[in-house]
């Protein structure tokens, strides 16, 4: 029996037991990972798992079900199993569950890939963590760590309403980081980002990371935050790269733009949102320069697939135009909800875990300006770049974060090393005070982003260049 053979049936269990509308996910994922340590391999992972998950809807409620088995008489029980339970839940009072409009489409999609991260040999992988990691520890670092991690995941997806869609994504990328220790001081310097860089594509994304290649410069940067002089207190122009960037953007406009914690679906674990629905379309959130897209056609970026978990295929749609609000992240019935036409952003992290709204690639669209522009442009402020830190407020609004190195800027020239950069600030105000933005735009992957209850861990693209704010808190201790 094909996966497809099973997604069917258990399709046909939940109409046999009383839904009004069903859908199927069988997902095969394998994952591999490997860590170094100060040039040494320090552990290698290696999984696999299969299995089918259910969601049948009843009246006002869902029901969701999963099993590690594909054999008829488990896909059939699974199916009714889910349908039992919406029922049982829609004995609590309330209006019925509606969905947007979703065409049914028989299809197939996979990722781009020129190199399978899987078909790379593991000597050859261990190799260059070995190497890199050496070469930090060569160059003054105490602890050199490197990490890489592939994601390879094929879906069947099968719906009631005669969707029938397979994908086949591969997902990769890599990291190093330095950390020097001092007299009651501790610094870090990562490369690309502390978490590395990841991409929905193969192992040509970790070789052109260069990891060898900027070892030595991250090991002697993190010796040398050691004595530079701490980030200065106050409220100045900042600078921020675009790897910071992107987590500001996944903090302060990716949750905050999620349908279901604008509705107050989503509120147990990292809260709601500070956005109110009635403004959409008129609520300024930033500066005319801010061009904020929902995207997940976007070739390689993390956040990027086909078809949604939902059957709903990728489309690119705005979130922020010229600075206004315009749109969210949604699924056909919190769309339903809403009054809004579309879904699109609903994926689960496995066969095991009911499908809820993620962000995609939401991300900037490029400015006018290079970060060589922007530093000449700017007469007193502060550089920052590469987080080490974030905490934001249970309405997404109110932040604080931290980046592992800053650069003094005066009279539009890069000047001295400055430690423990941090900055504060409320999203909106933050936004609108955005003047200048690169056009040296990068989609960076966050592969570990956290929501729902049991925890699942999406993978987000986040396109993302330097950027000015003016007026910023900087030097932010508690």
Not at 79 to 103: D, N, Y
Not at 266 to 293: K, P
Not at 398 to 418: A, H, P, S
Request: charge should be negative; glycine fraction near 12%.
């Amino acid at each position: 029996m094909t996966e497809f053979d099973a997604a069917t049936l258990a399709v046909q269990a939940a109409l046999d037991a009383g839904a009004r509308y069903a859908d199927v996910r069988v997902m095969h994922r394998r994952y591999e990972s490997m860590s170094a340590r100060n040039g040494e391999i320090e552990e290698l992972t290696q999984d696999s798992d299969l299995g089918l998950g259910v969601r049948a809807l009843v009246g006002s409620s869902w029901g969701f079900y999963a099993v590690p088995d594909l054999a008829d008489a488990a896909a059939r029980d699974a199916g009714h199993r889910a349908a039992r339970i919406a029922a049982a839940s829609a004995r609590v009072p309330g209006p019925p569950v509606e969905l947007v409009p979703s065409t049914p489409t028989t299809a197939s999609w996979s990722s781009p890939c020129e190199v399978d991260p899987l078909g790379v040999p593991l000597s050859g992988k261990g190799d260059l963590l070995v190497a890199a990691t050496a070469t930090m520890a060569e160059h003054g670092a105490d602890l050199a760590e490197g990490l890489y991690q592939v994601w390879d995941t094929t879906k069947w997806f099968v719906s009631s309403e005669g969707h029938r869609i397979d994908q086949h994504i591969r997902e990769c990328g890599a990291g190093i980081s330095a950390t020097s220790i001092g007299d009651g001081e501790t610094q870090r310097r990562s490369w690309p980002s502390y978490r590395g860089q990841y991409g929905t594509t193969g192992w040509e994304l970790v070789d052109s990371l260069d990891l060898v290649g900027n070892a030595a410069r991250m090991a002697e940067e993190s010796r040398a935050l050691l004595t530079a002089p701490l980030c200065p207190a106050g409220e100045t122009d900042l600078i921020l790269g675009g790897e910071q960037l992107a987590l500001q953007i996944h903090e302060s406009v990716g949750h905050a733009i999620e349908l279901d914690r604008i509705l107050g679906w989503e509120a147990a674990f990292a809260g709601t949102s500070w956005l109110d629905l009635r403004q959409l379309g008129s609520l300024r959130y930033g500066s005319e320069l801010m061009n904020v897209t929902i995207d997940p056609t976007i070739p390689g970026a993390l956040g990027s697939f086909g078809f949604d978990d939902e059957g709903s295929p990728a489309v690119r749609r705005d979130a922020v135009r010229a600075g206004r609000w315009v749109g969210v992240l949604a699924g056909r019935d919190s769309a339903a909800v809403a009054g809004l036409g579309y879904g699109g952003s609903v994926r689960a992290d496995g066969w095991a875990r009911l499908p809820m709204v993620r962000m995609t690639n939401v991300g900037l669209e490029p400015g006018p300006h290079t970060l060589e522009e922007i530093v000449e442009a700017t007469d007193d402020g502060v550089l920052m770049d590469i987080n080490r830190s974030w905490s934001i407020d249970d309405k997404r609004l109110n932040f604080q974060f931290g980046c592992e190195i800053g650069w003094e800027v005066k009279k539009g020239r890069r000047g001295r090393m400055l430690r423990n950069p941090t900055y504060t600030g409320i999203g909106p105000v933050f936004w609108r005070s955005m003047d200048m933005l690169s056009s040296e735009i990068v989609p960076w992957g966050t592969p570990n982003c956290g929501k729902g209850q049991p925890g699942q861990v999406g993978h987000t693209g986040h396109p993302a260049a330097p950027a000015r704010f003016r007026n910023v808190r900087v030097g932010v201790s508690a």
